[in-house]
Nanobody, 120 residues
Framework: QVQLVESGGGLVQPGGSLRLSCALS????????MGWYRQAPGEQRELVAG???????KYADSVKGRFTISRDNVQNTVNLQMNSLKPEDTAVYYC??????????????WGQGIQVTVSS
């Protein structure tokens, strides 16, 4: 079994910062791509940022220059530093990780989601 636990969300004023963290636990062979998605009310879930095992990154155009994704391959964590937050960043944020099981099967695991609200 693989579990993802997210932390760091909350309420912040426009222009403020938050840091989301996601920790992976359980039994697995290795971890491949990691990322953060978000879903606002009435909207589809969208990719915010992704990072490969080799630390190649990609970002949604709307967050480039404001958000930074990072990972720790020893601790099996992925973080999202969010700066200059805007009200339109308000959403439930989901951690997503591609895990290689002990059987060598690749699966996609999702966190439970964490609320980020940007409002004055």
């Amino acid at each position: 079994q693989v579990q993802l636990v997210e932390s760091g969300g909350g309420l912040v004023q426009p222009g403020g910062s938050l840091r989301l963290s996601c920790a992976l636990s359980g039994s697995f062979f290795s971890v491949d791509d990691m990322g953060w998605y978000r879903q606002a009310p009435g909207e589809q879930r969208e990719l915010v940022a992704g990072i490969s095992r080799g630390n190649s990154t990609k970002y949604a155009d709307s967050v480039k220059g404001r958000f930074t994704i990072s990972r720790d391959n020893v601790q099996n964590t992925v973080n999202l530093q969010m700066n200059s937050l805007k009200p339109e960043d308000t959403a439930v944020y989901y951690c997503c990780v591609e895990v290689i099981r002990l059987s060598r099967q690749k699966i996609t695991s999702w966190g439970q989601g964490i609320q980020v609200t940007v409002s004055s």
